[in-house]
Structure formats: C-alpha cells, structure tokens
C-alpha cells in the first residue's frame, strides 16, 4: 500500500541547516560513535542467543559474558585461521616461483597491445627522469646531509623526486636535501598507535556490548522517555519496527552469507577435483569461511574473500583452467545472490529499496569509511523508521523506503499525462493480476479519471495532453477487457462448467457472491450505458457495459457527443430493458438530473440506474436533487452498480426464460460492439 505523501507545513531552511547540522556532528563525533554504533548492532546480533540462555535460567550476567566470550573466540579462531593460511601461502611462494614466472612470461609474450604499452610506459618514465635531472654543476649526484649532528658528514645519494632541495648556486652547486633523524622511541610510538588504535576501540566496543546487553531494558525506557516526548505509543512503535527490520536483516545477512561459503567451500572443492589435474584444491573451509565473513562488508568484501583463492588457483595448479574456473564460481554466485536474493530479501527485511541501499552504502563509506559500509544498511534503517514517524523526516521515507510513494490510480495517471500509455497498460495489467477487472475498474482507472477531471476543471491540464490520458484511458479499458474475456473462456473450455465466477476470478467480494450466475443462452437483455455529459461519464459508462457485457448482457454505451433528445430515441430504437445514467463530478448530480427527467418523460416505465462515480456525499441527499423517486437506485462504484442491475433485471430474467434448461453463452469473448 502506498504511503501517504504529503510532506509537513514546516519550513524547509529548517529542515535542511538540521541535517547539515547533523551530518557534520556525525562527520566530527566519528571517534566517539563509531565504536557506539558497532556495539548497538553487536548488541543486536547477540541479544537473541543472550535471551535463549537467560530461557535456560542463566544469570543475565552470565549469559552475557558466555556469548560475547563465544563470540570473540570464533572470532579470534577464524583468525588465526586465515593468518595460518597467509604464512603458508607465503612461505610456500618460492616453490611456485618458476611457475609463476613461467606463466606471467607467457602472458606478456602473447600480450601484445599490453607489452606495447608497457615499453611505452617505461620509455616515458625514463624521458621524464631524465627531463628532471639538474644540469648546473659538474655531477648530477647530490650530497644527502643527516642532520645527526655531524655537520660535515655527507652521503651521495640519487635524488628522491618530490622532496625539497636547495637549488644550486655558484658556491654550492650540488643540491642539498636535509633530512632529520627519527628516534627509536618515535619509530614505536607509530608502530604502537598503528597496532594499539584498533585494539582500543574493539575493547570499548566489547565493553559497550556488554553493558548493552546486560542493561536493555534500561537503556530503552531511557531513550524512550528521552525521545517520546508524551508520545509513547508511537515511540514504542518506532523503536519496535527499528529492532524488528534490523533483526530480520542481521538474521537473513548471516543466512545468506553462511550459504554462500558453504557454497564456495563445495565450488572450490569440485573445481580442484574436476580441473586440478589430480591436485586437490587447499584448505576450501577456510576459504569459505572467509568469503562469508568478507561478505558482511557490502560490494567490496566478497571480492577481498575472493582475492586469495584466485591468486592460489593461478599459482598452485598448470594451466588456467582452475583459475578461470575459480573465476567463474564467484561471479555466477554474486550475480544469483545480489540480483535475485539480496534485491528482494533484503529490500522486504529492511523496508528499503535497492537503490537505497546503494546510495546509503555510498553515504556512510564517505561520512565514516569502511566502518560506515559495513554500518551503512542498519543505520540507514534507523533512518527510514524515524521518517515513518517523524513528521519533518518524512522524506527520508519517502527517499529510502521500499513501499510505493504514488497510489495505484496516481500512477497510472501519471504516466498518461507523461505520455507513456505503455507503461500506464503495463501497470493496470500488473494490477489486474492481483484483483478482479471489477475492482481494477472501481480502484483505479476511475480514480485515475477523476484526477484528470480534476487537473481539467483547474486549468493544469491542457487540452491536448487531456484528449491523450482520455484516449489512454479507453484503450486501457478494451485491453483488460478483452483479457479478462480470454481468460474467462480459457477457464470455461477447462473446467467445463456452465458457470463460472463473474467479473474476476478469485474476488472475494459478499456482492460478487449475491449477484447472478451468467445470463442463460437466448434470454436477451438489453442495457443501455448513457453518459450525463462529458467524456469522462462515457469512458465509465464504457467501463460498465464491458463489465455487464462479460457477464452475459447485451450492453452498450452511447457516445458523450449524442445530444440528449438522440439518447431518448437511441433507448426506443435499441429496445433498451434498462438505462444506466453515468456522470462523473463536478456537477454530476445537475447533468443526471437533466438527462432523467428527458427519459421520464418519455419512458415512466424504464427501469433506471444513476451512476455518481467517486461521490463522497450522501447518496440518499442527491437522490433527491435528481428525482423524488426513492426507489431510483443511485450508486457511487461499479459493484454497487451490477449488484442494482441484477436486481432490476431479475424479473425480466424469469419472465424470459423458457420451461427448457438453458445453457450460458458459448464463449464470454464474443461480445458485440458496444458503442452506439
């Protein structure tokens, strides 16, 4: 269902100086968040195992550490794991180094274009150091001088390009590059920030975790009273859709991730026996551990998971069979998973559509690096739930979110007056897949042509592009016609009924259920769909008698171009058992009250139905502005409409049938024309 999309009276300078305010907070506080948003998504992760433990009657506390204490052994297991590979891989580097030699020769051998271009490179690397040579001074080596104090002490050395140097002189005419000295205690310093960094923050994130989980309910109550503000049903709303969407994402990630080595695991196993020439592929369970843990990290991580076992499969084995092989595994695998299950799995698990997910993606990697793509999908969805209920954050729901942002009917309207008729058929066609033609009819394409009465009547819409959603309109409506009639007999010659469902199948409405079967066979009545007006009141009176039409009437509808003294001989000469008056607002109730007092006069008889599509008032009050007739039905929708003239025509029904049983017509698809 699409989201209502009317975005708040707040003013937008606002609403924009709040989210640079907001993204530059989150650009400068990075040190501080970034361990605070791992901990909250660990805390995710581990909060149900911690919740199944504490089932069992395991301290909260105990429970905790138990799972964090698993969890950082996996951790550190499959880490040393995957470094035991490494220091295997490289110490075994040298017995493929001949091999590898070999066949990095072949390639270059048989480059051409690429071996061209290599020389070229070299020959204007070569021309370019050349040009930057010094010409002053009788050598081009310079003098490096330390700055260890000895003051004479100097060293030859070739020039470093991009360092500053003196420039020769006449007293001095060899450059000087002054280069200061670094002590044993600086040089541990950066190697221990490089190493001690990394460790700090895993230690406050598992710190945090474990506060985390050991005090959630806590911690909710607070940010509920923190954020609520009075409201807090809605708070509690949004913090349990929040949990639930990440919940569910986490849970479907670590499914299709796990799959996804095991499938590496079983892919390099058969490629080994099937292409390795009786050399087994090494080690495919650390691998497929690795290229499932990798995939945790969007876009780029299958390809770093993927990165050792190429290079192995080009090192280890002859030939090149193994590697394309190797090549091929991956790439048939990320295409199955990221097209077709991620897209749609994820999508439905986050509430985010693909695009979003991209975008997002791209946005955290910016705002906080690698961290923030491994982060970027979770806090987008936090996002995504606060613009579900947040007033002045609504466009991040609209922007991000998976569900449609347009109603069905604006849709449809929107590609007619884009002129795009093709893609407003496609769209119908879609819908009329998942509902009857009676409620693609009522829900839609009559929704859809009052929003263009309405753009007309206010002068948005010219009368070109007006004259195009109408014909637009009508086309659509002759084409799911006439496929409901194909399907319909498609059924029949199955099943072999002589009756069917009406109008739809599989449409669950009580006044379906009420009305008639199919008319029988030789038992003729004739309907008359007359428009009040306009064009809009024919193409719905059209839409009517091709429903009525399916179900075994003869009916038609009159041009919106027939002057009303030619509908009053239209209904004489067409021996019309009943008329329907359809009439679309504005002023719908005036042009039906019009034409039924020129039928009246004419036929006191004749059984009459009035049509007020899309009225939102009374009925029973404009009744009585048309007639003072309170039996004269007055309908608003197309339901309501078949259910009146099944009624009405009931006792002609009765009347008309003959002692003998009757069969229904043959085939439903063979329906007269239905313009008059």
Request: proline residues 6%; aromatic residues 8%.
């Amino acid at each position: 269902m699409a989201r209502h999309t009317d975005l708040p009276k707040s003013s937008r300078f606002v609403v924009l100086a709040s989210v640079c305010v907001v993204i530059a907070a989150l650009y400068f506080g990075r040190i501080f968040l970034i361990p605070v948003a791992l901990a909250i998504l660990l805390a995710f992760v581990f909060s149900p195992m911690v919740h199944q433990l504490e089932r069992l009657r395991l301290p909260r506390v105990v429970a905790t550490m138990l799972v964090v204490t698993i969890a950082v052994a996996a951790v550190g297991f499959a880490g040393y794991l995957v470094y035991h590979q490494a220091i295997t891989l490289i110490t075994d580097l040298p017995k493929y180094r001949t091999q590898l030699t070999a066949k990095i020769g072949s390639i270059r051998s048989h480059g051409g274009f690429w071996g061209r271009a290599e020389n070229e490179i070299k020959i204007i690397d070569r021309s370019s150091k050349a040009a930057t040579q010094p010409t002053a001074g009788p050598s081009t080596a310079q003098a490096v001088v330390t700055g260890n104090g000895n003051e004479g002490a100097a060293v030859t050395a070739a020039t470093i390009p991009g360092e500053p140097t003196t420039q020769p002189t006449v007293e001095n005419p060899l450059p000087v590059r002054i280069i200061s000295g670094t002590s044993p205690l600086e040089t541990l310093r950066d190697y221990g920030a490089q190493i001690l960094d990394p460790l700090a923050t895993t230690g406050l994130v598992l710190v945090f975790v474990i506060f985390m989980l050991i005090n959630r309910e806590d911690l909710r109550d607070r940010m509920i009273r923190l954020v609520g503000h009075g409201r807090l049903n809605l708070t509690t709303q949004a913090f349990d859709e929040a949990g639930t969407r990440i919940s569910k994402y986490l849970s479907a990630l670590s499914i299709v991730n796990g799959t996804y080595g095991v499938c590496v695991a079983l892919g390099l196993w058969l490629i080994g026996h099937l292409f390795g020439h009786g050399a087994s592929f090494p080690n495919v369970l650390i691998f497929g551990i690795l290229v499932g843990v990798c995939r945790f990290v969007p876009y780029i991580g299958i390809w770093i998971g993927a990165a050792v076992p190429l290079l192995l499969s080009f090192a280890l084995f002859p030939g090149y069979g193994v590697f394309f092989a190797t090549i091929g595994l991956f790439v048939v695998l990320e295409v199955i998973v990221s097209q077709f299950v991620e897209p749609y799995w994820y999508g439905a698990s986050t509430g985010m559509s693909a695009l979003a997910v991209l975008v997002a993606a791209v946005f955290w990697t910016w705002l906080w690096g690698p961290i923030g793509l491994l982060l970027s999908t979770p806090l987008t969805v936090c996002l995504v739930v606060m613009g579900k209920y947040v007033p002045q954050l609504q466009f991040l729901d609209i922007l991000l979110g998976d569900e449609p942002v347009l109603e069905p009917p604006v849709r449809v309207y929107q590609r007619l007056i884009a002129e795009d008729p093709e893609e407003a058929t496609d769209l119908a066609n879609e819908y009329l897949d998942e509902q009857s033609l009676e409620q693609v009819f009522d829900r839609i394409m009559i929704p859809a042509l009052s929003l263009a009465e309405h753009d007309r009547h206010r002068g948005r819409l010219d009368k070109e592009r007006y004259q195009a959603v109408l014909q637009g309109l009508r086309d659509i409506v002759e084409e799911l016609a006439d496929r409901r009639r194909v399907e319909l007999g498609k059924e029949k010659a199955k099943t072999g009924e002589a009756n069917a469902d009406d109008n739809g199948a599989g449409t669950t409405d009580t006044s379906a259920r009420r009305r008639l079967p199919f008319l029988p066979e030789g038992c003729k009545i004739n309907i008359l769909c007359l428009p009040a007006r306009a064009q809009a009141d024919e193409i719905v009176g059209m839409m009517l008698s091709q429903l009525l039409q399916i179900r075994g009437y003869c009916a038609t509808f009159a041009n919106s171009d027939v002057l009303t003294a030619e509908m009053v001989d239209l209904v004489q000469n067409r021996n019309s058992d009943l008329v329907c008056i359809s009439a679309m607002p504005p002023s719908a109730v005036t042009h039906s009250r019009y034409v039924y007092k020129r039928l009246r006069q004419k036929f006191d008889k004749l059984r009459l139905v009035v049509g007020l599509w899309t009225l939102h008032g009374d009925a029973g009050r404009a009744r009585d502005r048309i007639a003072p007739d309170e039996d004269l039905p007055v309908v608003t929708s197309l339901a309501a409409a078949q259910d009146r003239v099944d009624e009405l025509a009931h006792p002609l029904i009765a009347g008309r049938l003959t002692s003998e049983p009757q069969l229904p017509p043959a085939n439903p698809a063979e329906a007269p024309s239905s313009r008059v």
